[in-house]
């Protein structure tokens, strides 16, 4: 029974505890660079020392250079705040994934290295908890659109915009197929309206030149009755 046991602790530490020490490596590295350190492309004296901006209003009678330093440092806040963002939204994807995927590994350990569920009484019990927790680790892929839908302005609004394009793209293509329709149909009454006038036309013209045929006069002195 040694090697179960050794088998089940190596795959408790390769697809729960490997990747989540990979993932708090990776994501603070990433949230260091995006909390604390300056980006290169921005000054460094807010970056190094960031302060909200205080006013809301710019003061009258002010330069257009001391305008065009204000508005540079107003643009810079906005900026440093969407990359605290977007650190504090990586800190909870990261989070959401230790949480989500910690009690099917933890149960799977109780179980198959210590053995706790073979006598359990409360068989209903265990199998709850068991489906729960492998139901976390199919809600964990579902849980990150979620989380950057609430967490990421940007993230809103671009599966706003595509959503909608999605919508009104089906609605533009049955447009143009019903305008390609009446096109199409326009086209062929206006077909048959030129084939019915060129008839008209060929008929009208027969008519003109049997009619001055039969006007010529015969050797010049009179008209031809029979043709």
Not at 52 to 64: D, F, N, V
Not at 73 to 84: N, S
Not at 99 to 107: A, E, F, R, V
Not at 198 to 227: Q, R
Request: glycine share 4%; with cysteine; aromatic share 12%.
């Amino acid at each position: 029974e040694v090697y179960p046991k050794m088998y089940h602790t190596c795959f408790f530490l390769v697809t729960y505890m490997a990747p989540l020490c990979l993932m708090v490596l990776a994501y603070l590295q990433i949230f260091r660079k995006l909390w604390c350190r300056q980006i290169p492309g921005t000054s460094s004296v807010v970056q190094k020392k960031w302060k909200p901006l205080q006013s809301s209003a710019q003061p009258r009678g002010l330069g257009q250079s001391t305008k065009s330093k204000i508005s540079a440092v107003a643009a810079e806040i906005k900026q440093i705040r969407a990359r605290r963002k977007t650190a504090r939204m990586l800190m909870v994807v990261l989070l959401v994934f230790a949480l989500c995927y910690l009690p099917i590994s933890i149960l799977n350990v109780l179980k198959r290295v210590f053995g706790m569920f073979n006598h359990a009484d409360d068989r209903e019990t265990v199998y709850a908890w068991f489906t729960f927790s492998h139901w976390l680790v199919y809600a964990n892929s579902a849980a990150n659109p979620i989380i950057y839908n609430f967490l990421s302005g940007k993230f809103r609004e671009e599966f706003k915009a595509a959503f909608s394009c999605c919508i009104f793209g089906i609605r533009s293509h049955h447009d143009e197929r019903l305008t390609r329709g009446r096109a199409s149909t326009e086209s062929r009454k206006s077909l048959t309206t030129q084939i019915s006038n060129f008839d008209n036309v060929s008929k009208l013209s027969e008519h003109v030149v049997l009619t001055n045929i039969n006007t010529i006069p015969a050797n010049g002195i009179a008209p031809i009755t029979h043709w």
